[in-house]
């Protein structure tokens, strides 16, 4: 009877062992927070080679600009945002209703969240309200990077006054 317990106490720290680790959800929500807040400010101050280091490398990458082509790979986002870097000036962002969710491995997460923005082009200041933004990320190692974002402006519906 006694080696049994054994075996059995053996079985189950085996089996322990292969049990994959507890993910704190809200400690990994908060490190996305982290880095879309890193991205933010880089946009805001133009700075490329924060921007860059806030998409995965390679052609694991994706981006939806509103009106805009689609970027496929971190060459061509840098390219993009390059460009409408050197168009534009006093980039302003404000997002309301942040929303962050980290699938339950703690290896994905999601962004969502309501733009309200200004920026300079040609001299004129152009402003945007409620532009609707969605965000994934994936964890390499301990980094957040994007691998997907899109803008989409609102329209407005029938039965909401926002169109939101």
Not at 67 to 81: K, S, T, V
Not at 106 to 133: C, F, I, N
Request: proline letters at 2%; charged letters at 20%.
């Amino acid at each position: 009877m006694r080696s049994l317990g054994l075996v059995g106490s053996a079985t189950a720290v085996a089996l322990a062992a292969c049990a994959p680790a507890t993910v704190d959800v809200t400690a990994e929500a908060a490190a996305v927070e982290a880095a879309y807040e890193r991205y933010r400010e880089a946009v805001e101050s133009e700075n490329l080679s924060q921007v860059e280091a806030a998409f995965a490398d390679g052609e694991d990458a994706i981006v939806f600009f509103v009106g805009g082509p689609r970027l496929r790979g971190a060459a061509a986002i840098a390219d993009g945002f390059g460009s409408w870097f050197a168009a534009v000036d006093n980039i302003r962002i404000a997002p309301r209703d942040l929303a962050v969710r980290v699938v339950s491995t703690g290896q994905m997460a999601w962004v969502t969240y309501l733009e309200d923005g200004s920026l300079v082009s040609e001299g004129q200041l152009l402003d945007w309200q409620s532009r609707r933004a969605t965000l994934i990320w994936e964890k390499y190692g301990d980094e957040w990077q994007m691998v997907h974002a899109h803008w989409s402006d609102s329209v407005p519906m029938a039965d909401t006054e926002e169109g939101v």
